[in-house]
């Protein structure tokens, strides 16, 4: 199926992508089926369906199909039958297929070689800027390689996509939405709301909260182990600082400034892991100025590495009795080599030093209480008093609320200058007019909000009968892959599937 892209063969810098894949397959095989430990001959029978045998081979074949067309064809087809009926994830995921290319054959589905070839064109990971990308196809061919696929190989897996998509299309092609619940979804996806909020602060709740000495006590001690002062480590370091402004610098001379710089870090690299001299006797020879820092916390490194991710990572994972030579770390600015010259153990607070922070978990915990409280009854009597047909201004008047007027929000494109609008309208959609609300947490964590929806309409739009259009597609789509999920089923039931005990 390759032909045109070996015709267009080039050099390709992939040996280590393909390496890294190849692992990561034979990884995943030998933790499904283990044929070595337990003694299971690929020859073995794995599963049957619809009283046909699939040996071992069979199921590590349908695995690497799955994988390499998810991943790297970017087709989704045979993952998404896989997804259809849940199991272990042990032989049994790859029955789902097997029922497939079955009905498939019973159905009389077959895709031709060149239905194969032209979808295979079409991928999209082969597309480059909307056109066929060589390249990718030569790469493509080349992992496919890797995993045991020859061009046969990718022209079954295409048919079965095409099977499948054929499949379902049988199953469900006279099936179209229902004009009715598609409207009713497009009004509950576009229309406009008016409304009020009541805003219930997390602040006024936390500041009239009060917590007891004796509330504090009790929660240290509960809660000690998880009050203790953060591992500081002390290192020396020597920095080999990338040199500056190479940009403005001819070629020749930026490459020489370069290359300086690795010499001296192998210079002293060589020293502490070749000659296996210590970080200050290497530091002594190469005369690299040695910089120190006191003792700090992996989340306060001192101004002068902060920025330096990789080295702070490298300093805090080293073990705390390594004997290992220190080795160059490369960061934003250029190498260092360090050494971890004191490390200070995490140590238990006292009540004193934490109190204050035990008492702002306390307050908030109780202010988190007290909001849920008062979001609760005050949604109940509000929805008991609109039932009873009274004004929603004199409720909330009565429950000392205040109630805020919104701007007119739109579901489908809440306006972002109103904070929380996308939760908003979410709730709202779900609310009928002259209605409460569910509780709505705001996104920053301050408070919880109430909505009341005064009117609902769907105003005129100039692209109404396009999205109309749009969303009875959606819908049928949707609903013809739950009909033939629900047909699926019942054929799996009438495989009369074996799982083989293996090993």
Do not use: C
């Not at 280590?16 to 894949?21: A, E, K, P, V």
């Not at 990561?24 to 030998?30: A, K, T």
């Not at 002068?304 to 080795?327: G, H, M, V």
């Not at 000392?400 to 809440?414: Q, R, S």
Request: glycine share 4%; hydrophobic share 40%.
């Amino acid at each position: 199926m390759l032909e045109f892209f070996r015709r267009h063969r080039g050099a390709f810098l992939i040996t280590l992508t393909i390496s890294i894949i190849i692992s990561m397959f034979w990884y995943g095989v030998s933790q499904t089926f283990r044929t070595q430990d337990k003694k299971v001959l690929v020859t073995d029978t794995a599963l049957t369906v619809f009283g046909k045998e699939y040996t071992v081979a069979d199921v590590q074949r349908a695995q690497r199909s799955v994988e390499f067309s998810q991943y790297y064809l970017q087709s989704y087809e045979l993952a998404s039958i896989m997804r259809i009926i849940p199991s272990s994830g042990g032989l049994d995921s790859f029955a789902n297929l097997f029922v497939a290319r079955h009905l498939m054959e019973e159905l009389g589905i077959r895709p031709s070689n060149e239905e194969a070839r032209a979808a295979f064109e079409k991928l999209p990971a082969l597309q480059s800027n909307g056109k066929l990308d060589v390249s990718r196809g030569q790469m493509l061919e080349q992992l496919a390689a890797s995993y045991g696929f020859d061009s046969d190989a990718l022209l079954d897996i295409m048919k079965d996509s095409i099977g499948l998509r054929k499949l379902q299309e049988i199953v469900t092609k006279n099936y179209t939405a229902s004009p009715l619940a598609a409207e009713k979804q497009y009004a509950s996806s576009y229309q406009t709301f008016k409304g009020a909020k009541i805003t219930f602060d997390t602040e006024t709740f936390k500041k009239a909260a009060t917590v007891t000495d004796d509330e504090i006590k009790k929660y240290y001690e509960e809660n000690k182990d998880g009050y203790k002062t953060l591992e500081q480590r002390a290192v020396s370091y020597v920095f080999f600082e990338n040199p500056k402004d190479l940009d403005k610098k001819p070629l020749e001379e930026r490459q020489k400034a370069k290359n300086d710089v690795v010499k001296r870090v192998n210079a002293f690299n060589d020293l502490t892991v070749k000659e296996h001299k210590t970080f200050a006797e290497a530091a002594a020879a190469t005369k690299e100025k040695v910089e120190t820092t006191p003792a700090f916390a992996q989340g306060s490194p001192p101004d002068a590495l902060k920025t330096e991710n990789n080295l702070i990572d490298q300093i805090f994972s080293r073990p705390k009795d390594s004997k290992a030579p220190a080795e160059a770390v490369e960061g934003d600015k250029g190498w260092y080599v360090f050494d971890v010259t004191k490390i200070e153990e995490p140590k238990q607070q006292t009540l004193a030093e934490v109190t204050g922070k035990i008492k702002d978990v306390l307050l908030g915990q109780k202010a988190d209480e007290a909001r849920t409280k008062a979001v609760n009854d005050a949604r109940l009597a509000l929805i008991e008093g609109l039932k009873a047909g009274k004004k929603i201004d004199e409720l909330v008047k009565a429950q000392k609320l205040t109630l805020e007027p919104l701007p007119d929000i739109d579901n489908a494109n809440p306006p972002q200058e109103v904070p929380n609008s996308f939760v908003i309208a979410q709730e709202a959609a779900k609310t009928g007019v002259g209605s409460i609300s569910r509780a709505v947490d705001l996104e920053d964590g301050k408070g919880t909000l109430l909505i009341y929806i005064s009117a609902k309409e769907l105003r005129k739009r100039p692209d109404s009968a396009e999205l109309r259009k749009n969303q009875v597609e959606s819908l049928s789509k949707q609903e013809r892959m739950s009909l033939f999920q629900a047909w699926f089923k019942k054929q799996h039931e009438a495989a009369r599937i074996v799982i083989a005990k293996l090993g």
